[in-house]
């Protein structure tokens, strides 16, 4: 069950593993409303969550996802191993690092590697 987290006093809406996948955009518009609801500032989403789609930047999705989290003012942290995804596709590894780069959007490995950028 998804739910509220404040970690080094960031309110953070954590999404479960098991929850419904985010595959669309009315799916992203839900999460968003969500934690905007609980007054979060970012969004922790597990991998799983995600749409194959995500990971295959043709699509757009991954694009249009980073946007709505940016213009609601959300960070957005996909949580979990992409690698994967980036061993197939040096388009995707150049994305996740700029996103890395930014304050925005975060590709964590772990939620532990999220809590510590959270402190800075």
């Given at each position: 069950m998804d739910s509220l987290r404040t970690i080094h006093d960031v309110p953070v809406w954590?999404?479960?593993?098991?929850?419904?996948?985010?595959?669309?955009?009315?799916?992203?518009?839900?999460?968003?409303?969500?934690?905007?609801?609980?007054?979060?500032?970012?969004v922790a989403l597990p991998v799983e969550r995600l749409d194959e789609a995500f990971f295959r930047l043709r699509t757009r999705f991954a694009g249009d996802v980073v946007q709505k989290f940016a213009n609601y003012r959300l960070g957005l942290a996909v949580v979990g191993d992409i690698s994967r995804y980036?061993?197939?596709?040096?388009?995707?590894?150049?994305?996740?690092?700029?996103?890395?780069?930014?304050?925005?959007?975060?590709?964590?490995?772990?939620?532990?590697?999220?809590?510590?950028?959270?402190?800075?």
């Open positions: 954590m999404c479960a593993a098991d929850g419904a996948a985010v595959g669309t955009e009315a799916d992203v518009l839900d999460l968003i409303g969500d934690a905007g609801y609980h007054g979060a500032q970012w980036t061993a197939e596709s040096s388009a995707l590894r150049d994305f996740v690092r700029e996103c890395d780069r930014g304050r925005q959007t975060w590709f964590p490995a772990d939620l532990g590697e999220f809590e510590e950028r959270l402190k800075d």
